[in-house]
């Protein structure tokens, strides 16, 4: 299968163009490099074709997806920083709404009908009911997670129009890197807790902020469902492998456990075998006590187990990566 994959120069999108190439299908990466790096693409794909290119130009979309006759899209391109995004919401709107939906225009003009994308637990807000199942009310309370709500009621509209056949998989807290230390999570400014405790633990900051450690949950601190990158990316090619024209699937991609703050920082310390000085800063506004998926539909659906989703197998994999590139794909 030939595949086109926004995105494809960004974490997630670099482990599953990874994953794709080595179970046969042809990847053309899609990225605009404003937050992605072309190495992890490389590394991925063994330098598959990469077409440098934006989401907004609809007519490079166009002519990449009739030129390489691509035959399903997965969507990973967007901007995903919730305090960037109540900065600045018109930049997440223009960039991932309608950076989407000049994505749909071009694949009706190039007739391609398969369509895999990133969606997000943002869209929920902050429910009270756990586990999060996919009838859980949307009610997002950012512009990122209202961007990629919107992003999935432009799919079902395309759906209904065009007989687009699409999944939208809501991941919670992507984590990890590949366990041979090739890939990994390089985004700048960071702003998820696994790699800032790795930093701390590499000596390039001083502490961790734990924000807020008098929440309703077993240790105060906020609890949150990781899933590793290459459960992810596997759920992807599934998805690919299931959906036809026309179908709409909309599932929810976590581990199904929760792992608090406090629980993350003291297994870290065990993984790389340095202190992690920590400081409990105040609470963060929109910062939920607990999130943890419903995964049964994406299990039952995709035939999906998440298999590196063990807290153990995600702090070693990421503590390999971080090690060996404390700077990022920077280092050589
Ligand atoms: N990382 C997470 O925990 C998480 C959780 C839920 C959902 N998501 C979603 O997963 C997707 C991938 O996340 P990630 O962590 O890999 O992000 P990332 O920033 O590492 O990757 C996104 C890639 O998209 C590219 N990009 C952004 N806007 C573009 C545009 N207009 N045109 C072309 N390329 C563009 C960037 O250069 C980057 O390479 C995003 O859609 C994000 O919203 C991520």
Redesign the pocket.
């Known amino acids: 299968m030939k595949i086109l994959v926004?995105?494809?120069?960004?974490?997630?999108?670099s482990h599953t163009c990874r994953l794709l190439t080595e179970t046969g299908c042809q990847v053309v990466g899609?990225?605009?490099?404003?937050?992605?790096?072309q190495i992890a693409f490389e590394r991925a794909t063994g330098g598959g074709t990469f077409v440098q290119?934006?989401?907004?130009d609809t007519k490079l979309l166009q002519k990449t997806l009739k030129e390489e006759s691509v035959e399903a899209v997965v969507?990973?391109?967007?901007?995903?920083l919730v305090g960037e995004s109540v900065e600045y919401p018109q930049r997440y709107h223009r960039?991932?709404v309608e950076?989407s939906a000049s994505l749909l225009r071009a694949m009706h003009e190039a007739g391609v009908q398969r369509l895999v994308v990133?969606?997000?637990?943002?869209i929920y807000g902050q429910p009270e009911k756990m586990p999060i199942c996919e009838d859980t009310p949307p009610a997002p309370i950012n512009p990122?997670g209202q961007s990629?709500l919107d992003v999935e009621h432009l799919l079902q509209k395309a759906c209904e129009r065009d007989g687009l056949g699409f999944v939208a998989l809501?991941?919670?807290?992507?984590?990890g890197a590949a366990p041979d230390g090739m890939l990994g999570?390089d985004?700048d400014p960071e702003t998820?807790l696994i790699p800032i405790v790795f930093q701390v633990a590499l000596g390039q900051l001083q502490k961790i902020h734990i924000f807020g450690d008098d929440y309703s949950t077993p240790d105060g601190t906020c609890v949150r469902d990781y899933v590793h990158v290459n459960d992810l990316a596997d759920a992807h090619l599934k998805a690919l492998n299931i959906l036809k024209p026309g179908q709409r699937i909309q599932l929810n991609l976590g581990s199904g456990v929760g792992t608090s703050v406090l629980e993350i920082i003291e297994h870290v310390r065990q993984v790389t075998g340095h202190d992690i000085p920590a400081e409990i800063a105040a609470r963060r506004s929109g910062d939920p006590p607990w999130l943890i998926a419903d995964n049964s539909l994406a299990k039952k659906t995709l035939g999906w187990t998440p298999e590196y989703s063990s807290l153990d197998s995600i702090l070693t994999s990421a503590w390999r990566w971080h090690q060996r590139h404390p700077q990022g794909y920077e280092t050589t």
């Open positions: 926004t995105g494809a120069a960004g974490y997630i999108g899609y990225d605009n490099l404003s937050r992605g790096h290119g934006d989401l907004l969507h990973f391109a967007a901007f995903a960039n991932n950076g990133s969606s997000t637990t943002a990122y990629k809501r991941y919670f807290n992507a984590a999570e985004h998820h």
